[in-house]
């Protein structure tokens, strides 16, 4: 099966006074029809510019983008117009229509595509129902909340039919319970409708959420890419352990060396692994941290454990984890841990030894 969008040694440079910036470095990326696919990254990554290159907003320096077959660097001006219209963007800041109310937001790109009003107004109405707002058709978007008008941005680019929604960090401008909300519509709507959404993020909880496939982006490059479970169990890169790290807001001050993080698979979450563990070797260990998280609705359980100083009880151990069919990734030393993970040392009450 051919990829929706192809992305075949990408590069973009900004030319400045004093320097040339290298945005992007050589990526390629293959996107399948109806994946929601996450583009990761800190903040400067190339993530932002890499989804604007998607549609050409930006055109790319060299490389190829293929859309559905064709590639947008071959299309005449009118052409490119015409494809875009098959690849919605919604963006942080929403980008309403301040003096037009909620259903004429909606009707404004069918409006411009030539569509009658009357009709433009009935499916303008059809889309909003789809995201729960057909109770605020008539406001105005200073009558909204964040989430509201996340969600009129959202029926205004379905109303357009597109096959491709790109998504450039979408919820950071909301509060975490409505960034949930707006997350659960768009896997709605990417199952209802079959529309592939490429989401840019740096939360790597919102990738976590919804995503099937991410990319990891790093100072232009791609780091890390592949499906969300695989990456979250086995991080191969920095950029990747950094970013699933990021959420450790406590790890207890070690005295040994030796440290290990567990992913708990489907059918090891309800066994008493590390109990048994222990009284198989008659050796304690250090739960430095415990979490579940939630990927794409299914809970996944970690650990960071500190093993014994002895070499070769450790090693039994790490035997006996993977065993028990855990992803077991072996960790840097504390100070590394600390680094990666934004960590904060020193013990604190509930930090428990088995």
Known sequence: MEPIIKIEHLCKEFKLKEMDVHALNDVSLDIYKG?????????GA?????VRCLNFLERPTSGNVVVDGRDLAQLSG??????????????QHF?????????????FPLEIAGMKR??????????????????KAKAYPVQLSGGQKQ???????????PKILLCDEATSALDPQTTKSILQLLKEINRKFGITIVVITHEMAVVQEICSHVAIIDQGNLVEHGKVEDIFSAPQSREAKRLIYQGFEKVAEMKGKRCVRIVFAENSSFEPVIGNMVLTFKTPVNILYANTRDLDGVA???????????????????????????????????????????????REEGDEAC
Not at 95 to 107: A, E, I, P, T
Not at 151 to 161: E, K, N, P, T, Y
């Open 35 to 43: 994946d929601i696919y996450g583009i990761i990254g800190m903040s």
């Open 46 to 50: 190339g993530k932002s510019t890499l």
């Open 78 to 91: 009118k052409e490119l117009r015409e494809e875009r219209k098959s690849i919605g963007m919604i963006f």
């Open 95 to 107: 980008n309403l229509l301040m003096q037009r109310s909620v259903v004429d937001n909606v009707c």
């Open 118 to 135: 009357s009709e433009a107004r009935k499916k303008a109405m059809e889309y909003l129902e789809i995201v729960g707002l057909t109770e």
């Open 151 to 161: 969600r009129v941005a959202i029926a205004r680019v379905l109303a357009s039919d």
């Open 300 to 346: 996944k359980g970690e650990m960071i454990l500190q093993l014994p100083e002895d070499a070769e009880t450790g090693e039994k151990m790490i035997a006996y984890l993977k065993n028990a069919k855990l992803s077991v990734e072996e960790m840097e030393d504390y100070e590394s841990v600390h680094r990666i993970g934004g960590a904060q040392g020193g």
